[in-house]
């Protein structure tokens, strides 16, 4: 089983996100880094399918020198190599581009990705990888399951859940469900030690996107809440009815 | 210029977050000059609906396609059109077929795009990011541009006008259906979260999963649908599919009513777009009341059913 997880490194969820440079563009400062979520739940759910089935986890990410911490992490985790294509990741099409040109002549029997990363929400790398390899791609997956040289996955639908059969190679987006919270690999001290000498390559970037982030804004703060006293809640909903008219 | 639609189906009806999209689309076309045709993928009742909405073609296509049936449809559609613009509703089946159509039209997308493009030439739209935190204002510079809505972002705007309706030309391909159906597992009876127009969604302060009776009736008797947040799914109280935030389900309904939730930064993210919001927390300290418009401070075990006969009174 040769697996190939997409890394991104995004804001940690509790950023308090604001913008430079007349709003062009997102303030790092003082911002801590983290494996996107949703990539943390595939990455382990790669350990698992690793541990009983036997391969190996190769990592990609497109990013810069600064994103190796994060990288590094996901080999104290269990990875077993690790390549960063140098490039500042601009939008999902040329990240896509990257990943698919790297991953096209390696014989990966699964791609793992995040259902979409926390930072830019396009959620379209999964499925650019897929159609660019021309493969199948399911996206969210909240459970994957390896039978020989073929996988049983579970997709959300509006309204409920679909069951789906492929052939392998698939490419599959996580999120939770994948592997439950409490599964989630937590890096151990040897792992750590193991990862510093894990292989990492840089190759250069060379695709290019279509699509560019110009300006980015904040929602409107919200005016002082309305407090209405708990032994009077036919307050509320009258308030509710009446001034909001959302009932 | 023609824009296409895509007018997802359930089992032969369309849904409110179909006919966002196509009023969407109707109000593009008008901004770049054009019309908007809508493609719809199997047998329909009421196809002619979408007119009300500002379509003023269907193309109708047969058989059932999966999400990369839908992109290789579309991509016959949009040849067969010439269309410049591709709108998507913001369903999971359209979130997978939309950036597969992106690849095979060499296409700019952007997704969870809350409003009309605040300018055709550059083409720039607004739309969420940093899980709600934030908003990107984004140029597509491709010929071909691709759109995905947030849901109950735009909005349902009718535009009655007539609608032609004809046979489409094309089909998913055996490398698309390769990807196979096995079952449905479906949630019965429930409102769907990311479309529902009134959500009711509780927390740890409920303080055991028996407890969640209450929060069932008031969701009933409001007919909204339920949430919760990311702990209580974490410990397994409530199904994963209910958790909303910043890593599990963006909702935008009109009301979102938050119980016994503290309010932290990555749920706020996940309800950032409500319309009106209501707090009910032990804890007047709790963050959650600063993103409130209404709030109520005391034990949701004693407010919730007297919220609950409280609006059955109003409603009956």
Known sequence: MKILVCISSVPDTTTKITFAAGNTKFNTAGVQYVINPYDEFGLSRAMQLKETLGGTITTITIGRADTEPVIRKALAIGADDSVRVDADPTDSFQVASEIAAYAKDKAFDLIITGRESIDYNGGAVPGMVAELLGINSVSPCVKIDINGTEATMQTMIDGGKEVVKSALPVVAAAQKGMVEESELRIPNMRGIMAARTKPLTVIAGSASGNTSAKTFDLPAPKAACKMVSADNVEELVHLLHTEAKVI | ?316
Not at chain 2, 55 to 61: P, R
Not at chain 2, 133 to 138: L, Q, T
Not at chain 2, 166 to 189: I, M, P, R, Y
Not at chain 2, 208 to 218: Q, V
């Open chain 2, 1 to 316: 210029m023609s824009v296409l639609v895509f007018a997802e189906n359930w089992e032969g009806s369309f849904k409110k977050s179909t006919y966002e999209a196509v009023a969407y689309a109707s109000s593009l076309a008008a901004s770049v000059g054009g019309s908007a045709t809508a493609v719809v993928i199997g047998n329909v009742g009421d196809i002619n609906a979408l007119g009300k909405y500002g379509a003023t073609k269907a193309l109708q296509f047969d058989g059932d396609a999966n999400h990369q049936g839908v992109a290789s449809i579309l991509a016959q559609a949009a040849q067969a059109t010439g269309a410049k613009y591709i709108v998507f509703n913001g369903t999971w089946k359209a979130k997978g077929a939309a950036p597969r159509l992106a690849v095979k039209l060499n296409a700019s997308i952007a997704s969870e795009v809350v409003e009309l493009p605040s300018s055709t030439a550059p083409f720039v739209v607004k739309k969420k990011a940093f899980s709600g935190k934030a908003f990107a204002h984004v140029e597509l510079s491709a010929d071909v541009k691709i759109i995905v809505l947030s849901p109950n972002a735009y909005g349902v705007h009718e535009n009655a006008v007539s609608i032609a309706v004809e046979k489409g030309n094309g089909s998913a391909s055996d490398k698309d259906n390769s990807l196979q159906h096995v079952e449905f597992q479906k949630t019965a009876g429930k409102i769907n979260l990311t479309e529902a127009e009134l959500v009711v969604s509780a927390g740890r302060g409920m303080k055991d999963p028996s407890n969640w009776g209450m929060i069932e009736a008031l969701a009933e008797t409001l007919g909204a649908a339920t949430a919760c947040s990311k702990p209580v799914s974490d410990i397994g109280w409530r199904p994963h599919h209910e958790h909303v935030g910043q890593t599990g389900i963006a909702v935008a309904p009109n009301l979102y009513i938050a119980i016994g939730i503290s309010g932290a930064i990555q749920h706020l993210a996940g309800i950032s777009s409500s319309k009106k919001i209501v707090v009910i927390n032990t804890d007047p300290e709790a963050p959650f009341f600063k993103a409130a418009d209404y709030g109520i401070v005391g034990d949701a075990l004693q407010v919730i059913p007297k919220l609950t006969e409280a609006i059955k009174k109003l409603k009956s």
